[in-house]
């Protein structure tokens, strides 16, 4: 039994209560007439202006009115939902199957521990490559591997979420994600140096090396000190599994079916062959926003293409190993991963409204605003100031999770700043990428923090519940070994003078 106290209710109470205080701590501040000034360089001029970022009162009546009128549309237009929903389906048709069975017996059956955990961290440290959608792939499937090798799938979510996190700031490739903060860093550059120039690949040597670090140190830490905690899960005695000729027939027919589905996606991701690339915006310049902008047809479409190769595997495995006898068995099979998923809307829809109360009163972005002009006041140098943007970059991801909204204000500050003390733009930018990938994973004003406990809740024992305190707890250990590992990687880069990618150093 949970204890009564605040700390251990339910997490949808917990939710709810701390929306309540976001609401009333945005009336007093208003009251108090908290505000910051912010920086702002223009794309075109590169000169500096400033406008005053001030906290809403959501008890005003604009504020309420707000609030009852978008509660709803917030809801519905909450990205984790539609996407969780769409690639459960694909889950579905392959679990029910056999085939997500099938495969992971395959994979576990003679594979150490620690190496079905290392693989699952790796996938999820680099998940980073297609954005903010790998949550909704990686943390449902890590729970499945984790209980078809029969170990408790809490886990594998645990262990995926930690990576997904983490590796948010480490894209030894370049990103969406980056190719819009790096924007930012060269506008503020410019502002100095108008002749500044910053290249994709400036980091690559140094995202690359903690990529490896982080990947081993969150495997570590997942099999010595989450595993044991973890551990007291009930999972019923099995004989030894068995793969049976239709089941081998089945992954066959998965494997050939999957394989020609995704030749056909990789052909039109390609630019430049014979009726390749249709799936691109030709618009862009950069190979990665011809992938990931907003208007691609691949950006767009990813969850789709990603559950329509869900579904083409289960279908065939099931039409090969026979588990699937007709139309009325494939499509039971398609709702097989939504039973039970009211649970899961409640999460979403008390998160959705935390982040949406949160975001309109403007305190995450007067928060950040307030850290940074500590860069203009405290006039550090070398070391300090190196400490300063990653401590910073820690504090401010927890009430701004979003990068670009975050550098958007941090930037025309420190960037400058950094530049007038003999650092580079890229190092700047590098340091913010890894201070934020620390506390990512412990900030409920994250939407995919949100899918995180609901699939815990979702994977726990039958009458209990995870608690919001438990979540972030599991989350604390790789929060604080992180913190070490990319502050010393920073510091020995720094000292040691190594180059942080092509084209790129620490220093002017």
């Given at each position: 039994m949970k204890k009564n106290s605040f700390l251990n209710l339910h997490p949808v109470v917990n939710i709810l209560i701390i929306t309540l205080v976001v609401g009333l701590l945005s009336l007093i501040l208003h009251f108090l007439d908290v505000s910051q000034i912010v920086y702002n360089v223009d794309h075109t001029t590169f000169e500096f202006s400033t406008?005053?970022?001030?906290?809403?009162?959501?008890?005003?009546?604009?504020?309420?009115?707000?609030?009852?009128?978008?509660?709803?549309?917030?809801?519905?237009?909450?990205?984790?939902?539609?996407?969780?929903?769409?690639?459960?389906?694909?889950?579905?048709?392959?679990?029910?199957?056999?085939?997500?069975?099938?495969?992971?017996?395959?994979?576990?059956?003679?594979?150490?521990?620690?190496?079905?955990?290392?693989?699952?961290?790796?996938?999820?440290?680099?998940?980073?490559?297609?954005?903010?959608?790998?949550?909704?792939?990686?943390?449902?499937?890590?729970?499945?591997?984790?209980?078809?090798?029969?170990?408790?799938?809490?886990?594998?979510?645990?262990?995926?979420?930690?990576?997904?996190?983490?590796?948010?700031?480490?894209?030894?490739?370049?990103?969406?994600?980056?190719?819009?903060?790096?924007?930012?860093?060269?506008?503020a550059a410019r502002a100095i140096d108008i002749n500044y120039r910053m290249a994709s690949i400036s980091g690559v040597f140094i995202m690359f090396v903690a990529l490896i670090l982080i990947t081993i140190l969150v495997t570590a830490i997942t099999e010595r000190v989450v595993a044991p905690r973890l551990s007291k899960y009930e999972i019923k005695d099995e004989e030894e599994e068995k793969i049976t000729r239709k089941e081998i027939r089945g992954m066959l027919f998965a494997g050939f079916a999957g394989l020609i589905y995704f030749l056909i996606i990789l052909w039109n991701i390609i630019p430049g062959l014979p009726l390749s690339g249709r799936l691109l915006d030709h618009s862009q310049v950069l190979y990665v926003d011809k992938l990931f902008s907003l208007d691609s047809f691949f950006s767009q479409g990813f969850i789709f293409i990603v559950t329509m190769f869900f579904v083409i595997l289960g279908f065939?495995?099931?039409?090969?190993?026979?588990?699937?006898?007709?139309?009325?068995?494939?499509?039971?099979?398609?709702?097989?991963?939504?039973?039970?998923?009211?649970?899961?809307?409640?999460?979403?829809?008390?998160?959705?409204?935390?982040?949406?109360?949160?975001?309109?009163?403007?305190?995450?972005e007067v928060i950040v605003a307030s850290l940074t002009s500590l860069f203009r006041t405290l006039n550090f140098?070398?070391?300090?100031?190196?400490?300063?943007?990653?401590?910073?970059?820690?504090?401010?991801?927890?009430?701004?999770?979003?990068?670009?909204?975050?550098?958007?204000?941090?930037?025309?500050?420190?960037?400058?700043?950094?530049?007038?003390?003999?650092?580079?733009?890229?190092?700047?930018?590098?340091?913010?990428?890894?201070?934020e990938s620390v506390t990512m994973g412990i900030t409920p004003f994250m939407a995919y923090f949100i899918i995180y406990l609901a699939l815990l809740n979702k994977n726990a024992k039958d009458g209990e519940y995870v608690t919001l305190k438990e979540a972030i707890k599991y989350q604390l250990p790789y929060v604080f070994a992180a913190f070490a590992i990319l502050l010393i990687i920073l510091l020995v880069w720094f000292v040691v003078g190594l180059p942080l990618g092509i084209n790129g150093s620490t220093t002017l």
């Open positions: 406008k005053l970022l001030s906290v809403t009162n959501l008890f005003s009546y604009q504020g309420l009115r707000d609030i009852f009128s978008t509660t709803v549309s917030n809801f519905v237009g909450f990205t984790p939902l539609s996407s969780l929903i769409i690639i459960l389906l694909g889950f579905g048709l392959m679990e029910k199957s056999g085939f997500l069975k099938t495969s992971f017996t395959l994979l576990t059956k003679k594979m150490k521990k620690n190496t079905v955990t290392f693989i699952i961290v790796f996938l999820s440290v680099v998940g980073s490559l297609i954005g903010d959608l790998s949550y909704i792939i990686m943390l449902p499937l890590s729970g499945l591997l984790f209980k078809y090798g029969k170990r408790n799938p809490l886990i594998g979510i645990v262990a995926s979420f930690a990576g997904l996190t983490i590796g948010s700031g480490i894209s030894a490739i370049f990103t969406a994600t980056d190719s819009s903060l790096l924007s930012y860093s060269l506008q065939f495995y099931g039409l090969g190993a026979r588990t699937i006898k007709g139309s009325k068995d494939a499509v039971s099979a398609l709702g097989y991963s939504l039973d039970g998923i009211g649970n899961t809307l409640v999460f979403i829809f008390v998160g959705s409204l935390l982040i949406s109360v949160f975001r309109k009163t403007g305190i995450g140098t070398g070391f300090p100031l190196i400490i300063l943007l990653f401590i910073v970059s820690v504090i401010a991801t927890i009430f701004v999770p979003t990068s670009v909204s975050k550098w958007a204000i941090m930037s025309p500050v420190v960037v400058p700043v950094f530049m007038q003390a003999g650092l580079s733009p890229e190092y700047a930018q590098i340091i913010f990428r890894f201070g």
